[in-house]
T-cell receptor, first 119, second 112 residues
Framework: GAVVSQHPSRVICKSGTSVKIECRSL??????MFWYRQFPKQSLMLMAT?????????EQGVEKDKFLINHASLTLSTLTVTSAHPEDSSFYIC???????????????FGEGSRLTVL | GQQLNQSPQSMFIQEGEDVSMNCTSS?????WLWYKQEPGEGPVLLIA?????ELTSNGRLTAQFGITRKDSFLNISASIPSDVGIYFC????????????FGTGTKLQVIP
């Protein structure tokens, strides 16, 4: 299957600092990437849709100034958690559409996830 | 955000038994996806379904896209200990660029 890589896999930071998480599609181009947040024992909650070359689309209730998304190329999207607080501690997962022309394949491939712990 | 209803929520089964889980939605989807997630890792795609009524297998896994396009099921035959994990269904409105709605998950535990 297609490979999506996330980095870092784990990060611990102090309250008030900013943390950047990278999501890369290693063997395919992805016009669209998605960022999810997952709390323990819960399903994945979509935070935002990242579009290459344009602004991200955020889900209701997700602060766009808090969670900055940049989709700089067809293989890289970044999520920056700004001024992180303990309540931002979570498992963040990205996914990428394996696009094939205009329609895409419909298959969504996920990164390994990034565990953020804010002290 | 919206979620799909997935059942059962969790199940304990004996190694060798078959497993069945399903997913229902109030909305129609054009694509159904089934994923498995292990602790501390991202979901791994198991099966993708694109047509109503489609039945697709991947080894011991079989999934079907419901005719009404509002449901899907996943079967695992002859379960083994490494099948342990959380299984998520996901629905999508079109082939690409559309966001995916996830099910609530089914936690599977296999007793050796």
């Amino acid at each position: 299957g297609a490979v999506v890589s996330q980095h870092p896999s784990r990060v611990i930071c102090k309250s008030g600092t900013s943390v950047k998480i990278e999501c890369r599609s290693l063997d395919f181009q992805a016009t669209t990437m998605f960022w999810y947040r997952q709390f323990p024992k819960q399903s994945l909650m979509l935070m935002a849709t990242s579009n290459e070359g344009s602004k991200a689309t955020y889900e209701q209730g997700v602060e766009k100034d808090k969670f900055l998304i940049n989709h700089a190329s067809l293989t890289l999207s970044t999520l920056t958690v700004t001024s992180a607080h303990p309540e931002d501690s979570s498992f963040y997962i990205c996914s990428a559409d394996r696009t094939s022309g205009r329609g895409g394949t419909g298959e969504l491939f996920f990164g390994e996830g990034s565990r953020l712990t804010v002290l | 955000g919206q979620q799909l209803n997935q059942s059962p929520q969790s199940m304990f089964i004996q190694e060798g038994e078959d497993v069945s889980m399903n997913c229902t939605s109030s909305s129609i989807f054009n694509t159904w996806l089934w994923y498995k997630q292990e602790p501390g890792e991202g979901p791994v795609l198991l099966i993708a379904l694109y047509k109503a009524g489609e039945l697709t297998s991947n080894g011991r896994l079989t999934a079907q896209f419901g005719i009404t396009r509002k449901d899907s099921f996943l079967n695992i035959s002859a379960s083994i200990p490494s099948d342990v994990g959380i299984y998520f269904c996901a629905g999508r409105l079109s082939g690409g660029y559309q966001k995916v709605t996830f099910g609530t998950g089914t936690k599977l535990q296999v007793i050796p």
